[in-house]
């Protein structure tokens, strides 16, 4: 018989045996090494996620195959628009009718519907150009913000300011020829590039106000002094209604483009911002952006 601490030892011994051979036998002391969430599938063609404080790439799809970039193009306008020498936000813009005439020969072109006569500030065109997606506000700053004597003239250089911009921000897969994504063959970027641009253009404290606003409602001045409340521009970026954290940044969409979506947002004090292109459609859009986001914060 044994007793005492000998026994003791004995049946802890035999409760470790049964114990380990029920964990072997269920495979429970096999330990997995930690997996990290595996990249995800989207439809889009073209898709890239990065650190927005470090730059380290988070995902990358085709990221530095050139497309065309649709709506995404006019990030660079307000970019172009926001970087001029003693900018007055308040100055205003008389709209032309060279600017209405532009949407309905594109046939009605995503627009602010601003009003020929109206005097409008360069704030509110701002608002026109990344909420609605307006083309007759891209219209106006290119105008306003070109040099030249004629409208042609300053259009041109305009969009001559757009490609040096991009040039100076290293986009080498980037060119313009329009400013504001209705181009003429010579208009593309790419998903790494246009990410980059995104996240140059957000530094702007101007830009991020833009960017992340869900509605605004302009006042303009009319021809006779008085003033006209606009319709409200709603923001086209779906993320802002149903992504927790999201900050911008801009879609886009064409013949062409298909449909893309430069996005950001931000959780526990990190910015993941990305690009997809040529997606299959808008709700295609929003889960791939929302994919990656959700991907880039595990990263």
Known sequence: MITGIQGTRLRRAAAVAVTTG????????????AQAASAPSIAAKGGYVMNNATGKSLYTKAADTRRSTGSTTKIMTALVVLKQSNLNMDSKVTIQKAYSDYIVDNNYASNAKLIVGDK??????????????????AYALADKFGSGSTRAARVKSFIGKMNTTAKNLGLKNTHFDSFDGIGKGANYSTPRDLTKLASAAMKN??????????????KTT?????????KPWENT????????????????????AKYCLVFAAT?????????????????????????????????
């Not at 029920?22 to 090494?33: E, F």
């Not at 404290?205 to 302009?218: D, E, I, L, P």
């Not at 970026?237 to 062409?256: H, R």
């Open 22 to 33: 029920a964990m072997l036998a269920t495979g429970a002391l096999t330990v997995a090494p």
């Open 120 to 137: 409008v500030t360069v704030r509110q065109l701002l608002y026109g150009l990344m909420l609605p997606s307006g083309c007759d506000a």
């Open 205 to 218: 404290s101007t830009f991020r106000t833009v960017v992340k606003t869900k509605k605004y409602t302009a």
């Open 222 to 230: 009319t021809k006779t002094g008085g003033t006209r409340t606009m």
């Open 237 to 256: 970026n779906p993320l802002l209604s149903s992504y927790s954290g999201a900050i911008g940044v801009k879609t886009g969409s064409g013949p062409e």
């Open 267 to 299: 959780r526990n004090g990190k910015t993941v911002i990305g690009t997809v292109l040529a997606s299959t459609g808008p709700e295609a859009r929003k889960a791939d952006a929302t994919k990656l986001l959700n991907y880039g914060f595990t990263r």
